[in-house]
């Protein structure tokens, strides 16, 4: 057997393909459907985080800090473990699904939370006054002025970031979320070949890579119209 | 604008649109501003003129309350605005603001810069909006960009836009900070004109400026200040002519070399 047949034979079993397809395709749908709840929420939250940070009330500034900082430090798949198997213990049971959801959320929403901050950061003092002379309030400037402004300034570091920990899903086939990785790792354990997992790949390169572009596109967009 | 106070202007028993006494204000230990006493009458225009840190920024931000005054009073029509319990908010839609560098905002176009108070602060709807900012644009010229972005508009067209969103408010006082000197000199002209039209108009302004040829025209009254105070305080003619003060000649010697 040459090698270019033992390559294949390994990667590319149209009846291991065949026989498995069916389930890791469901696998994507899982996967997807966790990858948009989490960019949604984790965006949303972390934005409304950067958003009460900036009212600079120091004991809430303190603790968005402090959770911003945690999650950004721990690896999510030691939460999304001591999630999953620990909380049960304490009489707090989460399906996998919940858990790899709230815990890729929670990590979303602190980086967001950083990034959109140091937006809020760098808008330049000159458009508070503006709008402020204009007896604007407070919320209302960040709100209709700053956020904007802001947001726009880090789309590209929110959209890399958004992508990075929405690929992380695939820590759910760790605890059993049938997700693409899942659905692939137990076809290759029950066929003993590693087609399943290419086509994973394949897969994983067809969801994200329209979104590397789409972020691109996006960036593009937002650029100031000069 | 046309109707702007129009009719309460006859009067004269009011009292004066802007009235500074016994200002003071410090950063930290570095006092920048010292017993300023500042009378800007209605429909009047006053130029500020003085030294680069003199305080001619310090105290035009703390009329509306962007700097906060360390000491003193200052009355917006009588109503003092430092008083405890004043809504600030309600006092800054009365007093419009023009900065040096325009602090146009870059997300929105030159018509939604002017409406976005209108309809935030005022409350007024789109439509109404649309129609002032569209009379606000028409004042300045700018009409016909209505749509376009700070980032599509010259510099003296952003500074004229500014203006528009200040006035588009109806304030009673108009605070103007160098206005032009982050302009092109030839781009200053145009935003002059919108300044000289204003005046025509009986807006009272408190404008800090170097554009002499236009004080001299245009100034009821000019001021010079001089490490946080005000030193001469007179009619253009006599400012310029004969000012009282050793160091109002020596500025002035500067600036007409
Ligand atoms: N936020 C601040 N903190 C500390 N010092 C300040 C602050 N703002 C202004 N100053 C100081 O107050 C003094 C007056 O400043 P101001 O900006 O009012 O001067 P100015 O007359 O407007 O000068 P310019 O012509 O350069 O604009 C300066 O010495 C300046 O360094
Ligand atoms: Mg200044």
């Not at chain 1, 919940?98 to 458009?127: N, R």
């Not at chain 1, 880090?154 to 690929?167: E, F, H, Q, S």
Request: charged residues 20%.
């Amino acid at each position: 057997m040459s090698a270019w047949d033992r390559f294949a034979e390994t990667f590319l079993n149209g009846e291991v393909l065949a026989r498995y397809l069916p389930s890791i395709l469901g696998g994507v749908w899982v996967t997807v459907e966790l990858s948009l709840l989490i960019v949604v929420a984790g965006i949303l939250l972390g934005t409304a985080l950067a958003c009460l940070r900036a009212y600079r009330i120091a004991p809430l500034s303190l603790l968005i800090v402090v959770f911003a900082d945690v999650f950004r430090s721990l690896p999510p798949l030691v939460l999304i473990l001591m999630g999953y198997f620990g909380l049960p213990n304490v009489g707090f049971t989460l399906s996998a699904f919940a858990v790899l959801f709230v815990i890729l959320t929670l990590t979303l929403a602190a980086f967001t939370e950083e990034i959109v901050w140091a937006g809020i950061t760098a808008t330049p003092k000159g458009q508070w006054e503006a709008a402020r002379s204009t007896g604007m309030g407070f919320s209302q400037t960040l709100v209709w002025v700053v956020l904007p402004q802001a947001v726009r300034m880090v789309i590209p570091p929110l959209t890399n970031r958004a992508i990075a920990i929405t690929k992380m899903t695939a820590l759910g086939s760790v605890i059993g979320v049938p997700d693409i990785l899942n659905q692939a790792t137990t076809a290759q354990s029950f066929s003993g070949n590693a087609s399943p997992l290419l086509l994973a790949s394949a897969l994983y390169v067809l969801l994200f890579l329209p979104l590397v572009i789409a972020s691109r596109r996006l960036e593009a967009r937002f650029a100031w119209r000069t | 604008m046309s109707e702007m106070n129009a009719t309460d202007r006859v009067g004269g028993t009011k009292p004066p649109t802007l009235q500074l006494s016994g200002l003071h204000k410090s950063f930290g230990t570095v006092e920048v501003l010292r017993e300023i006493d500042l009378t800007v009458e209605r429909g009047q225009m006053v130029f500020v003129l003085g030294r680069s840190g003199s305080g001619k920024s310090t105290m035009l931000r703390c009329c509306n309350r962007l700097e906060e005054p360390s000491a003193g009073s200052i009355f917006l029509e009588g109503q003092d605005i430092c008083a405890r319990g004043v809504d600030l908010d309600k006092i800054r839609r009365r007093i419009g603001m023009v900065f040096q560098s325009f602090n146009l905002y870059p997300h929105l176009d030159a018509r939604r810069n002017v409406t976005l108070a209108l309809r935030k602060v005022l409350k007024l709807g789109r439509d109404e909006a649309d129609e002032r900012a569209t009379s606000a644009l028409d004042r300045v010229g700018l009409a016909n960009r209505a749509d376009h972005y700070p980032g599509q508009l010259s510099g003296g067209q952003q500074q004229r836009v500014a203006i528009a969103r200040a006035i588009a408010l109806q304030p009673v006082v108009m605070l103007f900070d160098e206005p032009t000197s982050a302009l092109d000199p030839e781009l200053v002209g145009e935003v002059i004109a919108v300044m000289r039209e204003l005046k025509d108009l009986h807006m009272t302004m408190l404008v800090v400026s170097h554009e002499m040829a236009f004080a001299r025209e245009a100034a009821d009254r000019v001021v010079f200040m001089a490490d946080g105070r005000i030193v001469e305080d007179a009619p253009p003619e006599q400012f310029f002519t004969q000012p009282s003060e050793e160091s109002t000649r020596a500025f002035l010697a500067r600036y007409s070399a």
